[in-house]
C-alpha cells in the first residue's frame, strides 16, 4: 500500500508543481492585456479553471497523502521531513498568495507588473528543489 500511496502522492506534487508553475506565467501574459478586453476575459477564464480543476485539488492530494506516508512510514520524528513540511507549508502560502493575485485580476485590479510575475514564478521552482533534496538526500 505505501508505494501506491507514494505514487499517487507524486503524481499529486507534479500536477499541482505544473500549475504553480503556470498560474504567475499566465499572469506575466494578463498583463498586457487590456482591463475588460476579451484577451483579459479569457486569461480569467484561464486561470480560474487552472486553480479549480488543477492547482486546488492537486494541493488536497498532495497534503492528504503526504501526511498519511509520513504516519505509514514512521516519519514524523525524521528532521528531514519537519524541513520538508516547513517548505511546504511556504508553497501552500505562496498557492494562497497566488489565488488572492488571482482575484486581484478578476476585478481588474492587478498592480503588479510582468517583472514581478517573472521573479514570482521562479519561487516555486526553487521550493521544489529543497524538497525534492530534503526527500532524497535525507540530509539530517
Same mark, same amino acid.
Given at each position: 500500500?505505501?508505494? $501506491? /500511496?507514494?505514487?499517487?502522492?507524486?503524481?499529486?506534487?507534479?500536477? %499541482?508543481?505544473? @500549475?504553480? =508553475?503556470? #498560474?504567475?506565467?499566465?499572469?506575466?501574459?494578463?498583463?498586457?492585456?487590456?482591463?475588460?478586453?476579451?484577451?483579459?476575459?479569457?486569461?480569467?477564464?484561464?486561470?480560474?479553471?487552472?486553480?479549480?480543476?488543477?492547482?486546488?485539488?492537486?494541493?488536497?492530494?498532495?497534503?492528504?497523502?503526504?501526511? $498519511? /506516508?509520513?504516519?505509514?512510514?514512521?516519519?514524523?520524528?525524521?528532521? %528531514?521531513?519537519? @524541513?520538508? =513540511?516547513? #517548505?511546504?507549508?511556504?508553497?501552500?502560502?505562496?498557492?494562497?498568495?497566488?489565488?488572492?493575485?488571482?482575484?486581484?485580476?478578476?476585478?481588474?485590479?492587478?498592480?503588479?507588473?510582468?517583472?514581478?510575475?517573472?521573479?514570482?514564478?521562479?519561487?516555486?521552482?526553487?521550493?521544489?528543489?529543497?524538497?525534492?533534496?530534503?526527500?532524497?538526500?535525507?540530509?539530517?
Amino acid at each position: 500500500m505505501y508505494d $501506491w /500511496l507514494k505514487a499517487f502522492h507524486i503524481i499529486a506534487v507534479i500536477a %499541482w508543481m505544473a @500549475g504553480m =508553475l503556470y #498560474l504567475p506565467r499566465l499572469f506575466v501574459y494578463h498583463c498586457d492585456a487590456e482591463p475588460g478586453s476579451r484577451q483579459s476575459e479569457t486569461f480569467k477564464v484561464m486561470e480560474r479553471r487552472l486553480l479549480k480543476a488543477i492547482i486546488n485539488p492537486a494541493m488536497i492530494a498532495t497534503w492528504i497523502l503526504g501526511l $498519511w /506516508l509520513a504516519w505509514e512510514g514512521g516519519w514524523f520524528r525524521a528532521g %528531514w521531513l519537519h @524541513g520538508k =513540511l516547513a #517548505l511546504v507549508l511556504a508553497l501552500s502560502a505562496l498557492h494562497g498568495w497566488l489565488v488572492r493575485c488571482m482575484k486581484d485580476f478578476a476585478a481588474d485590479k492587478n498592480r503588479r507588473t510582468q517583472k514581478f510575475y517573472r521573479i514570482i514564478n521562479e519561487v516555486p521552482a526553487v521550493l521544489m528543489v529543497l524538497v525534492v533534496i530534503l526527500v532524497v538526500v535525507k540530509p539530517f
